[in-house]
């Protein structure tokens, strides 16, 4: 017969066994999963105070990137005659919403200094003082966006670079979340910034102190540790780990300097890990691929990994860099 298989040639016997009929409710699987929110207790929240919304932490976020770059996160052209008010209103929903938010956080996490100050009033002046910072948020970002254009021969101009370029939405989300981190406001930071790394494969700590003219090329798989503390005009490429030498200590760890210091005009280059609370990369050096780097080197050191040895070496001058080829 035309178009016949025989049973030979298919993936499984022509006769399967009959699977025992599936008979249960509703009620039956709801009953067993409730029994396990009772024996695996410790991912649940339950009666505790509301946490805040990651659904509305990341639209928020998202109004905030169109407050920093008005025009290039909007669906529609925005004619500087509508400015304003168009700002304003997206200012009063954004006042509104993070206010929410991180009064639920406060009520979660009070901070230790919040002594009797009621969460809502506490939320309203933090929420404020955020949003005061904006300006001067933009003014480190355009100096990002600078380092951007002029440290990529690839970038077409200012405005493809904070359209396309993952790296101008995780720095600005950073940024932001930063402001945040250091009025100590729980949780909203890391949701923030943990938002940005889904969208772009960068995890850019809030708690990092990171300088102005700021660049990661490519950048996934980039990550900044909590404690990192990174100077002016510094360039990274993607994979560049700033991390801690080891995590064993857990908890006894929280509030050290874990994560290293880079300082200005220093350039890393793909898949370098540079590990330790102690350890700094001196200004104007410059750090090979693929290096794993547990010491400070000094200022303007030549550092590379060849034939599994690293490297150092003083520059011929400041500023000299590699010829890799990106």
């Not at 955020?130 to 300006?135: E, I």
């Not at 995780?170 to 890391?190: D, F, G, S, T, W």
Request: with cysteine; aromatic share 6%.
């Amino acid at each position: 017969m035309s178009g016949f298989i025989p049973a030979s040639f298919l993936a499984f016997p022509l006769r399967l066994d009959d699977n025992p009929p599936v008979n249960h409710s509703v009620t039956e699987l709801t009953d067993q999963l409730i029994a396990s929110y009772a024996r695996v207790g410790g991912i649940n929240h339950v009666d505790g105070k509301i946490l805040p919304s990651k659904t509305a932490s990341a639209s928020i976020t998202l109004d905030l990137l169109r407050l920093l770059f008005p025009g290039f996160f909007d669906e529609k052209s925005i004619h500087s005659s509508d400015l304003r008010a168009l700002t304003a209103t997206l200012m009063d929903s954004v006042a509104e919403r993070l206010e929410d938010e991180i009064c639920k956080s406060l009520e979660y996490a009070p901070p230790e200094d919040a002594g009797h100050e009621e969460p809502r009033r506490k939320a309203r002046d933090l929420t404020l003082g955020f949003l005061s910072n904006l300006p001067q948020i933009r003014e480190l970002l355009h100096t990002d966006t600078e380092a951007a254009f002029q440290g990529d021969p690839a970038a077409l101009s200012a405005e493809e670079v904070i359209v396309a370029y993952p790296f101008t939405e995780a720095i600005a989300v950073q940024r932001l979340a930063h402001e945040l981190y250091r009025e100590k406001v729980p949780l909203i930071p890391r949701i923030m910034t943990e938002w940005a790394h889904s969208r772009t494969g960068m995890d850019l700590h809030p708690g990092a102190r990171i300088g102005s003219h700021f660049f990661i090329d490519h950048g996934t798989g980039t990550v900044i540790g909590e404690t990192a503390v990174i100077g002016r005009h510094v360039k990274m490429y993607q994979g560049v780990g700033l991390v801690a030498r080891s995590l064993s200590g857990g908890q006894l760890l929280r509030g050290q300097k874990r994560h290293p210091t880079v300082e200005d005009r220093v350039t890393i280059y793909a898949n370098a890990t540079i590990v330790g609370g102690e350890t700094v990369i001196g200004e104007g050096s410059t750090i090979g691929a693929s290096v794993f780097l547990t010491h400070s080197v000094p200022p303007h050191s030549l550092v590379t990994f060849d034939k599994n040895d690293v490297n150092v070496a003083q520059k011929a001058r400041p500023g000299t860099v590699l010829d890799y080829q990106i």
